[in-house]
């Protein structure tokens, strides 16, 4: 079952707004830079370090690499306690996409091909192909996005919803390289 664009737009800005009303922007680019700093501490234990106050309370956390040490040892903090909202959505997201794909196959209805059209006519019909540069290319986002300080769904739609003109600008700014890109990539 596909829903009409419209509806599932609306569908994505109640959860945006309910987001942002309820706990925090949705963001998620981060979460790839804890996971990462979750793995590097089990081989480095001086990574991440609690930082106590009198009566051996912790007070904060702090890192020897810089990155994970800004804002005050946010991200530190986020390695050393990683269960939270953060890294809940993302593996939800995962799992969502799991189970959304397992009742799609199901659905008799309207299958999704593996390969859309444009793609089988431009590339071919090798799946290990179209996953290559699907991980590639997002490899590549996710690494725009670090740079950026942020992800497309925090900047562009977390960003408009609170009327930010980095928002703004972030929105415009990707939409004027996607499309030259996609125009390009598939000559149409």
């Known amino acids: 079952m ?14 945006f707004l309910l987001a942002i009303i ?5 963001g998620v680019s981060t979460q790839f830079v804890i996971v990462d700093g ?14 106590k106050s009198e009566g051996n309370v912790i007070s904060g956390y702090r890192s020897s690499n810089a990155y994970l040490n800004k804002s005050n040892g946010k ?9 939270n909202y953060g890294l809940a959505f993302v593996v939800s997201m995962l799992l969502d996409g799991f189970i959304g794909g397992y009742f799609q196959k199901k659905s008799t209805d309207n299958p999704i091909k593996q390969l859309p059209d444009f793609h089988e006519r431009r ?24 740079l950026a300080g942020g992800c497309t769904s925090g900047h562009m739609m977390s960003g ?5 003109v980095s928002g703004y600008a972030f929105a415009l700014a990707a939409f004027a390289i996607a499309i030259p890109t996609a125009i390009l990539v598939y000559r149409q």
């Open 22 to 26: 309820l706990v925090k922007p949705i």
């Open 160 to 164: 408009m919803m609170q009327t930010a």
């Open 38 to 51: 979750i793995v590097l501490s089990a081989f480095d234990n001086q990574l991440v370090v609690a930082e």
């Open 75 to 83: 991200y530190a903090k986020a390695i050393a306690e990683p269960l």
């Open 123 to 146: 590339f071919g019909h090798s799946r290990p192909f179209r996953y290559a540069i699907t991980f590639f290319s997002g490899v590549i986002v996710l690494l725009g996005a670090r």
């Open 2 to 15: 596909y829903w009409h664009w419209f509806k599932s737009g609306c569908a994505l800005a109640l959860c």
